[in-house]
């Protein structure tokens, strides 16, 4: 279990660097890949591209589901970190606008739809490869480590954004410093794979294949025959994909953009928002694992609902201060709630069809309502100037999950079947 929990959280979290890069160097790719004029509304076309990433992960979830369920979950995530390695040390090689005009963001496009193809079978499938190998006991604790190791890929992120830039002037950074946390995607890749290749496979998947209860059509029979879990894990995850991008993704140029907070600053908060997902996330799963995950879940989406408005009216009193605890704060509430999540997404679908029914609620939920997030957040200070906006949009997402949760049944203490 120790060896299985090392190289899920590595291979997880250096998958997740890769991705997250992206939203750190949003800022500096606005200005490179689109041509002089609106800022506003190049910052918007990068969050767009950054959205293009998740409309992929629907079909990536879709074809790595279909393989993690008929080849086994092992030689699929093998597979899904190359896939995410070499876009991304791609993008660092990529010319700009000012070298091959319009080409340079289409060309960016194209390698963020293969990154979101990769990391669309990639998380859902550590999830299910890290429970599926949990004792019962401890499945809510090991299934969050998935998101741990989520933030570990972010901060590093984060701390290369940050440090790459330290000794270089601005126009060496603009010149060829931003690329270096990109082209570091490939020998992290190499990494991930090789810890991978020595894990073994799933002992529920092997028990599944031995005595025949694999499905041979995966796809189709979730949609078939799981589709109410399917709109469940769907509607449970909304409150863990749309608070916690518009936490780690849109918040750090929010910060920059309005609140005029210093860049260096914004990734100070940033890492400390990274730091408490780290310890609480853990904290209410090991908690679910002793009460249940359906009460913790309730208390996690109703604190959201009540606690959203005050936070960021805290955060937009703009001094350093106030933003860093109001952004520790959200941090907190997406941490309670996200921490079990993993775990009860693997407990909702059955084995045979474990992988892919994951893949296309998590994947579909992403993309929808995680990955457009920083765009239609950007969209609506831009159509509105009310910053208020983007708590009542999280209060809509808490609701609906606690509606869903209402006809969660719990399952913490059933054995995977």
């Avoid at 086994?72 to 791609?90: E, Q, Y």
């Avoid at 830039?165 to 010149?175: D, V």
């Avoid at 994947?363 to 457009?372: E, K, Q």
């Avoid at 100037?385 to 999280?394: A, D, E, Q, R, S």
């Amino acid at each position: 279990m120790r060896k299985v929990l090392i190289s899920g959280m590595i291979g997880n979290g250096l998958e997740w660097y890769d991705f997250a890069v992206y939203a750190y160097m949003s800022l500096i790719i606005s200005t490179l890949f689109f041509p002089a004029g609106d800022a506003d509304v190049h910052l918007l076309a990068t969050f767009g591209i950054y959205a293009v990433g998740f409309v992929a992960r629907p079909f990536g979830g879709i074809l790595f589901g279909r393989l993690g369920d008929r080849i086994g979950r092992r030689k699929t995530l093998m597979i899904s970190i190359f896939m995410m390695a070499i876009p991304t040390g791609c993008i660092g090689l990529l010319p700009t606008y000012a070298q091959i005009g319009i080409y340079a963001p289409m060309l960016l496009t194209l390698l963020r739809l293969l990154q979101g193809l990769a990391l669309g079978g990639a998380f859902s499938g550590c999830i299910t490869f890290m429970v599926e190998h949990a004792p019962q006991a401890r499945r809510g604790l090991i299934g969050s480590t998935t998101i741990s190791s989520l933030v570990i890929g972010f901060l590093l992120g984060a701390i290369m954004a940050s440090l790459v830039k330290l000794p270089m002037s601005q126009m060496q950074y603009e010149s060829w410093g931003w690329r270096i946390p990109f082209l570091l995607g490939v020998p992290i890749g190499f990494i991930g794979f090789y810890i991978r290749h020595h894990c073994d496979e799933s002992p529920v998947y092997v028990a599944a294949k031995q005595c025949g209860g694999l499905s041979k059509t995966p796809v189709r029979d979730t949609l078939v025959q799981e589709w109410m879990h399917v709109l469940q894990a769907l509607g449970i995850y909304l409150t863990v994909t749309m608070p916690f991008y518009l936490l780690t993704a849109y918040l750090l140029t929010f910060c920059q953009k309005y609140l005029k907070t210093a860049p260096q600053d914004a990734l100070t908060i940033n890492m400390a928002v990274m730091l408490v997902l780290f310890f609480v996330a853990p904290f209410s799963a090991w908690l679910t694992d002793h009460i249940g995950r359906k009460k913790v879940l309730m208390f996690g989406a109703l604190a959201f609902f009540i606690c959203i408005y005050p936070v960021f009216s805290l955060m937009l009193q703009g001094d350093f201060w106030s933003v860093l605890w109001a952004q520790m704060a959200f941090a907190a509430l997406v941490g309670l709630y996200t921490g079990p999540v993993p775990t009860v997404l693997v407990e909702i679908f059955p084995t045979r069809v474990r992988y892919t029914g994951m893949a296309i609620a998590y994947n579909i939920s992403a993309a929808v309502f995680g990955g457009t997030t920083p765009m239609i957040c950007q969209w609506l200070m831009d159509n509105t100037h009310n910053p208020y906006t983007m708590p009542y949009y999280v209060m809509i997402m808490a609701a609906v999950s606690l509606v869903t949760l209402c006809f969660y049944r719990e399952r913490y203490q059933d054995k995977l079947a």
